[in-house]
């Protein structure tokens, strides 16, 4: 899964929760029907700046469990509820390959 391609007029789809999901081929559908939240959950992850009122709190990566400030170009995704900082851009692509591997 996560290929990128072009939506055509037949591109597979599918709808979960108000949203429409599209895929290359049949194999990742089956695939997505097996457990939706695990992809829906993965796909919609964003990485954002850290906010003025987070800068200047103590924070640790959820990958590398490294401790340091939140500073103004700190990078955090949003995860079932709670804010996730990261020390680096490479614990971001690890955290959104598997977010329940580091979320707690």
């Known amino acids: 899964m996560h290929s990128t391609f072009k939506?055509?007029?037949?591109?597979?789809?599918?709808?979960?929760?108000?949203?429409?999901?599209?895929?290359?081929?049949s194999d990742c559908i089956d695939d997505?029907?097996?457990?939706?939240?695990?992809?829906?959950e993965a796909g919609e992850l964003q990485v954002r700046q850290a906010t003025q009122s987070e800068i200047g709190k103590t924070a640790?990566?959820?990958v590398m469990h490294s401790t340091f400030k939140v500073a103004k170009g700190t990078k955090a995704i949003?995860?079932?509820?709670?804010?996730?900082?990261?020390?680096?851009?490479?614990?971001i692509d690890d955290f959104k390959k598997n977010p329940d591997k580091y979320a707690k």
């Not at 029907?33 to 695990?38: L, S």
């Not at 995860?79 to 900082?85: A, D, I, L, R, T």
């Open 60 to 62: 640790t990566c959820p």
């Open 7 to 25: 939506v055509a007029h037949d591109t597979k789809v599918v709808d979960y929760k108000g949203k429409s999901y599209y895929f290359c081929c």
């Open 78 to 91: 949003d995860y079932k509820g709670k804010s996730y900082y990261f020390c680096c851009s490479g614990c």
């Open 32 to 40: 997505f029907k097996k457990n939706p939240d695990k992809y829906a």
